[in-house]
């Protein structure tokens, strides 16, 4: 009557049998991470999309950053025998646990977005943007503002705000860091490390206080783990006074700093690297669904396309503004 | 006799208030010694200083011999010192055996035996003559003011018991609970257990001290003997007692002229709910109406009923608050309908019906007239402070300033603020649910005296009192309820204490029927 | 009188048999579980995989760390105080859990470092209440900080280690006895423990009395202070087995992830279970209905696919409905606020 | 005796000079006013422009949102109730404002339609209490769940509009009246009415006396189900101006981000100024000064650069000591849990 909880597949017999090839609707479920931010919003709306082309019934559920709650929604899921698992884990590190429960029941399972390694340190199959990659794209965008700029370092101060308990964001910050120095060749601008929730008003509340502390700088060089960050971030230097043009921000998402842009108003927002979430769901669902009608495995890598936008092309490259 | 307990050169001072100062007090083994003194005088803060509640700012506590030291109100009672305070404190959610036994609740390896609890409840209940008052399964939330104090009387004889004091006890008992109380007071008395027994009332005093201290502004004035030896009967003087206390003669209690009575202000007809069933009577204009009866018999309902508070499921409210000559139906959903119409109603639990403890003597006294202080809903802050002055002095409110948190005041002055309350709205029919509960001789005087004047003025009174000599003092009309049944009216020249009693006992089939119904007929008559 | 009292126990003791089985079940409970069968049978009428032993499981595993806070935080409630640093206790004993696990190899070491960490925060907690002299409330949102951000720093704000390869993690994490998932007989475990402490020992018994009126409990010389500065050694020691079992759960120690808003949801199962928040009424039966009641809507939404801004809404009215159908069966009159 | 009566009394106007002052003040906000002060120069010593009155006005703007529910939750807390829901009706209103503002082009259309809805959340709350017999926590945390799901499904999730091109708004978020923000002078006119309203107007007195005792509120005349109601339309109105102020500051209607958790730091702010969470005691002043303490403090971190980790930390040791500070001087007796 005792289980261990390491019984293997086979053990468990009936979940691990493959499945008949269904004659019903299959269904798919996308667990996402941050459910109610903007871009995981349109990737849901993606998904819908893709899933309602395809003939696949989908179920998103948000798990906020909560990795225990997560597990809980994969373990639901297992429960109503779904066909397909695509999931955004708040931390990548309950990956293990993650695939070894899908792996168990016998349940394709791709990650989305963040990718997950399993014990064996193998990763899961993966759909998305790479956050590194993002971040460096981002840093490689503001070494050239700042290169084209003519600034000097010494007036010059980096400001990289972000969550600092969330690994992705961390990802992202670093990476852009890194890409800042190439792109720049200039290693003598001091960065500082801006702690915040991720949302506006604390990056415009921190930012004051940065301010205060570094009185007689005159450039800003500016990047974040999302929009709301850089976004709240230059208000804040704009609102202390701070001309745009002594502003080189990067927002990554876009969302938020195609309201300036679209606004027509000059802003410290020079650009921002725009990840369409919108694609990242629709191909999750995508190879989903065809490994699952197919019975093959997971193609290990997709990775979506990201767009460095400005002022003036933003529309083109697809952002929606609401 | 041996000397139980000796308070020596006792101090305590509040920020602004020296509530005692250099208090020496003794008392004997086997001795019941009267604590007596104007509201504010220091008794609650002596015997809260006894409890190990209230830390001396100088002085000494000798028991038994043997100095000590209460930091905490739990050694007193490991040392045998018991005090009940004037105020019962209950736990709600917790039955009344439970609450009994709080902090001494019977267990082995802490597993609590709920069983020998209630057992030991019931057998304790029989040892103190109290069986068959309390309901050992009753929650504490459910529980009347009289079971409360009979809660907290009972939780201080847990234990070895040398040394206990009293702290208005009977304030909110009947006269069957305090005969109980008093049987057992003479059983811990010769049993050689030494009392201290606070109370404002010179009956009690005289039926069951020996021995009578009195203080005066926190000073110890001096003692008498009561009676010779115990059981004897009492030697000293009322008079004498209250002069101690007041520093003076103290003039007629009551001062009533009879008048003439006005027209109809409230008639009541056949009120009935859960508690009161089929109540009618009138009450007018400058009448003081007595409502008499044991505890239980309705009446706080009754009163709650006529208030608006709780609903009344068939009678009828009629009302001529002007004189109009014209009897209207009142339909009631809460007090604020009441008030408005022009009834007041002072509750009989002022800490938890009435006061805002942690509010100032001029919030509490000033809430009801509100309305009446503003000007665009802004408070008028000269005017309410000349109005809650004028109170305060009449009434005799010992506070050292009009801010000050009522919690802080001493429990008879508490109970003056709440009159203060309802005498500054001035309405049409004020109901007093025990008014001078707690209040001392000399203020008791005084209240019997606004009342009389509030009546003069033609408001009409509804007094409800376990206090016999003091409804039939007061009043012009006394209604008797048994059981949420009227069971009786007597005049005021019509009325002793017997009669009452006979009529609060459910005795109306045998005393005076054709009086109650002439009566009855009478108000039909009005009507 | 004396009649009437008599008459009223005896009364009492003849109370018909459909009421006396209300007693028993409480009034309280008899509501909460109303509409739990009405909120199951919505959802099974919909998707009657709902219903399937899995997916029961499902939602037991979901509730157990929640349910285990909501447990303690009902002792806590019940003595007239809250804790709303159970959450942060939780996270850094996760963290703790783990990477004592990380550095020594033993599941046993982990556990132990993790107790010893909850029950030194809960002692600090107490003793900051008690001879600091600070509301319990605000206590608690200080050391809420404090314990996130100490957690923060000891694992620089990342997940911690991996315990998915240890049989003992891997055992509470997805293990069973009889058929029931180890979880959920830890959370049971407690829960009846916390229970018979409650109701049946001198403890439990002095615990409501404090919170029912602390002046009481002071001149009846219960010893307040220590029983304050217990409950929240309690609630620390309990927040730290929660710890354990998120971090054997997520396979790593999370010091924010997976606890931050347990000490809402604790608190709002004691609340919606009964207890009253000023103290010295409350019991874990209930709790534990209502922690139950709010992992099958919240487990049942998921399962219907129901989009996640509509489940805010409906979990938010849901909610006040059950409530609001629990206290129209008490009658009460409609003046003032409800406790 | 009624000589001594009025001599007591008149005893009262000679206290002494430093005395009169101290009353004035009030003891809870002197504690409040040194603990700032002792704050405030530890971070100064570290960085002279801490001083810098651009720093203080930026102190003034980040407190301004919390500030304005901070005073709000201290009326409701008097009356003996709380708004959890209050950051969620700030979310809701803020989009709200930014959208019907981008489908009309009306930045006062925009407020009014998120005033209104505030009003309309607040009646629910009150409503729901009052007349479902809802304990005011599990209400509102009830609503805390359906208006941000409202909120969520309005906007899609997404953040709002874009207000920065609006004057109005502008003025809101960066203008400045006699070289003061425009943000604070929201905040201190708010706060100043609802100071005026508790302390100057019979409405004042009794929130006050209901939350002191409700019964003997409902005895002396007092229509509580108003008052209730009331305070929750009230919080519901301020939360709304909150909402219009967070579209303002951000640009942008933002559902979620930056109202989330202000639930909690209205409350922690209530509680730290003093109001007993019980009812019937506190103040919007020193509410008002504890806001800014907080806000100090998380401005002077930033300003000294100290990592969020170590942040939390210090904000949560910081709270705690400020508070045992303030109780230590009262001198209380340290038995049982502190009000
Ligand atoms: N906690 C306190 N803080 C400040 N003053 C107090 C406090 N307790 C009592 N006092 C003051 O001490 C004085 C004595 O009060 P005490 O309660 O002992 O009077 P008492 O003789 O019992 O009066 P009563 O007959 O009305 O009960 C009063 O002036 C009272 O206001
Ligand atoms: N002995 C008792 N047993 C049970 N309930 C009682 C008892 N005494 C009083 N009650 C409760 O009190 C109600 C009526 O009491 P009420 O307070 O109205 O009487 P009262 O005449 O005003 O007495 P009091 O002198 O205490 O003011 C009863 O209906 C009952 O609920
Ligand atoms: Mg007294
Ligand atoms: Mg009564």
Redesign the interface.
């Known amino acids: 009557?005792?289980?261990?909880?390491?019984e293997t597949p086979t053990e468990n017999a009936a979940a691990a049998q493959p499945q008949p090839a269904k004659s019903g609707k299959r269904t798919i479920a996308y667990i996402q991470k941050q459910?109610?931010?903007?871009y995981?919003?349109?990737q849901a709306a993606g998904a819908q999309a893709e899933a309602a082309k395809l003939g696949v019934?989908?179920?998103?559920?948000?798990v906020?950053?909560?990795?225990?709650?997560?597990?809980?929604?994969l373990?639901?899921?297992?429960?109503?025998?779904v066909d397909g698992i695509a999931i955004v884990v708040?931390?990548?590190?309950?990956?293990?646990?993650v695939i070894?429960?899908a792996k168990q029941a016998g349940i394709p399972l791709i990650a989305s977005d963040d990718g997950i390694l399993d014990?064996q340190k193998n990763a899961a199959p993966f759909v998305g943007f790479d956050g590194t990659a993002m971040g460096t794209e981002v840093g490689t965008k503001a070494g050239q503002l700042y290169k084209a700029s003519g600034w000097k370092a010494a007036e010059t101060r980096i400001i990289s705000a972000s969550k600092?308990?969330?690994?992705v964001c961390?990802d992202r910050v670093n990476g852009a860091k890194k890409a800042f120095l190439e792109a720049s060749g200039e290693t003598g601008i001091k960065v500082?490390d801006?702690?915040t929730?991720?949302?506006?008003?604390?990056a415009?509340?921190?930012t004051?206080?940065?301010?205060?502390?570094n009185?007689g700088v005159k450039h800003w060089v500016v990047w974040g783990c999302n929009d709301?960050n850089v976004?709240?971030v230059v208000?804040a230097l704009q609102?202390?006074n701070v001309d745009q043009k002594d502003i080189a921000g990067v927002g990554l998402g876009a969302?938020?700093a195609c309201?300036?842009w679209?606004?027509?108003?000059t802003t410290g927002m020079k650009a921002a690297l725009f990840i369409d979430g919108k694609d990242v769901g629709a191909a999750a669902v995508k190879v989903l669904s065809e490994a699952i009608q197919n019975k093959t495995p997971l193609p290990p890598k997709t990775i979506a396309k990201t767009h460095m936008v400005d002022s003036t092309n933003w529309e083109q490259a697809g952002v929606k503004?609401? | 006799m041996t000397t139980a307990l000796q308070l020596s050169g006792v101090s305590k001072g509040f920020s602004g208030v020296q509530a005692l100062s250099d208090v020496s007090i003794e008392c004997q083994a086997g001795e019941v010694l009267a604590l007596m003194g104007e509201n504010g005088a220091g008794k609650s803060t002596l015997l809260k200083v006894l409890s190990g509640d209230h830390q001396p700012d100088t002085g000494r506590i000798v028991v038994g011999g043997t100095p000590r030291v209460f930091r905490t109100p739990a050694e007193a009672h490991k040392a045998g010192v018991r005090v009940i305070y004037q105020e019962p404190e209950i736990i709600p959610h917790v039955s009344v055996a439970e609450n009994v036994y709080v902090g001494a609740l019977p267990h082995r390896f802490h597993w609590f035996d709920r069983k020998g609890l209630i057992k030991r409840f019931r057998a304790d209940l029989e040892r103190f003559g109290f069986s068959g008052m309390l309901d050992a399964e009753m929650l504490g939330n459910q529980l009347s003011a009289a079971h409360r104090q009979l809660v907290e009387i009972l939780r201080a004889l847990v234990g070895e018991v040398k040394i206990i004091a009293f702290d208005e006890p009977t304030s909110s008992l009947s006269g069957e609970e305090t005969d109980v109380l008093f049987a057992l007071i003479e059983r811990l008395r010769q049993s050689g257990v030494a009392i201290i027994y606070v109370s404002h009332r010179m009956q009690e005093i005289m039926r069951i001290a020996d021995r009578v201290a009195v203080l005066r502004d926190g000073k110890y004035v001096g003692d008498r003997k009561v009676r010779e030896k115990p059981g004897a009967p009492a030697t000293l003087s009322e008079d004498d007692v209250v002069r101690m206390m007041v520093g003076r003669d103290l003039s007629a209690m009551y001062v009533r002229e009879t008048h003439e009575p006005g027209h109809i202000v409230l008639s009541l007809d056949k009120i009935t709910n859960e508690d009161v069933h089929g109540v009618s009577f009138d009450v007018r204009a400058g009448e003081i109406v007595g409502l008499a009866g044991l505890v239980g018999a309705g009446r706080t309902e009754l009163a709650q009923a006529i208030f608006g508070d709780t609903p009344i499921q068939s009678g009828r409210i009629l009302w001529d608050g002007e004189g109009e000559g014209k009897l209207r139906e009142l339909h009631l959903r809460s007090p604020r309908d009441a008030i408005r119409a022009g009834i007041g109603l002072a509750p009989e639990e002022r800490k938890t019906q009435a006061l805002l403890m942690r509010r100032s003597v001029r919030d509490n006294t000033s809430l009801a007239v509100l309305e009446h202080l503003r000007r665009f809903r802004f408070i008028r802050g000269d005017e309410e402070r000349d109005l809650v002055r004028k109170f305060v002095s009449k009434l005799r409110v010992r506070t050292p300033s009009l801010e000050r948190e009522v919690r802080t005041l001493s429990g008879g002055n508490q109970q003056k603020v709440v009159l203060a309350r309802w005498l500054a709205r001035r309405p049409k029919l004020l109901i007093l649910d025990e008014p001078t509960r707690g209040v001392d001789v000399g203020v008791k005087a005084e209240i019997y005296a606004i009342i009389a004047e509030l009546a003069r003025e033609g408001i009409a009174v509804l007094v409800i009192s376990s206090d016999l000599p003091e409804v039939i003092g007061l009043s012009d009309r006394i209604v008797v309820m048994h059981c949420g049944h009227v069971t009786g009216q007597l005049t005021r020249a019509e009325a002793t204490e017997e009669r009452i009693m006979a009529l609060a006992m459910a005795g109306y089939l045998q005393q005076a029927p054709e009086k109650a119904s002439k009566t009855e007929q009478m108000m039909e008559g009005a009507q | 009188m004396t009649q009437s009292a008599a008459e009223a126990i005896h009364v009492q003791d003849e109370r018909s048999l459909p009421r006396r089985v209300l007693d028993a079940v409480g009034a309280q409970n008899l509501s909460l579980l109303m509409a739990l069968a009405a909120v199951v049978t919505i959802i099974g009428v919909q998707d009657p995989n709902f219903f399937s032993p899995s997916n029961m499981l499902a939602i037991g595993t979901a509730v157990a760390i929640a349910g285990l806070l909501a447990a303690v935080q009902t002792v806590v409630v019940i003595l007239g105080a809250l804790d709303i640093s159970v959450g942060s206790m939780t996270g850094f004993t996760s963290v703790i859990c783990a990477m004592v696990f990380t550095a020594t190899g033993s599941a046993s070491l982990g556990v132990v470092a993790a107790l010893g960490i909850g029950l030194f925060c809960g002692l600090i907690n107490g003793a900051t209440i008690v001879y600091g002299r600070v509301n319990p409330v605000i206590a608690t949102l200080a050391t809420l900080a404090t314990f996130k951000g100490l957690a923060q720093l000891v694992s620089g704000g990342r997940a911690q280690g991996y315990t998915g390869g240890d049989d003992f993690f891997i055992f509470l994490a997805r293990g069973s006895i009889a058929a029931i998932p180890t979880l959920i007989w830890v959370l049971v475990l407690i829960a009846a423990a916390l229970h018979v402490l409650l109701k049946y020992t001198d403890i439990g018994r002095n615990i409501y009395a404090v919170g029912g009126n602390d002046v009481a409990a002071r001149l009846a010389g219960i010893a307040i202070n220590k029983y304050v500065v217990g409950a929240y050694a309690l609630s620390g020691a309990v927040a730290a087995i929660a710890g354990v079992l998120l971090t054997a759960r997520t396979g790593s120690g999370q010091p924010v992830s997976g606890s931050e808003g347990l000490e809402l949801e604790s608190i709002t199962a004691a609340a919606l279970g009964g207890c009253d928040l000023r103290g010295g009424k409350g019991a874990i039966p209930s709790t534990l209905l209502a922690i139950l009641l709010l992992g099958v809507l919240s487990n049942g939404m998921t399962v219907l696919g129901v989009n996640p801004f509509w489940q805010n809404v409906a979990k938010g009215a849901l909610l006040a409905i059950a409530v609001i159908i629990q206290q129209k069966r008490s009658g009460e009159r409609a003046v003032g606020l409800p406790r």
């Open positions: 009557a005792c289980k261990s909880g390491k459910g109610d931010q903007q995981f919003v349109d019934e989908l179920k998103v559920s948000n906020a950053l909560d990795s225990n709650l997560a597990v809980s929604t373990e639901t899921m297992i429960a109503q025998k708040p931390d990548q590190l309950i990956g293990p646990q070894d429960r014990a600092q308990d969330l690994s961390q500082i801006l702690g929730n991720n949302s506006p008003t604390d415009q509340d921190k004051a206080g940065v301010m205060t502390a009185r709301e976004s709240g208000n609102n202390g969302y938020l309201k300036d679209k606004a027509g108003k503004c609401m």
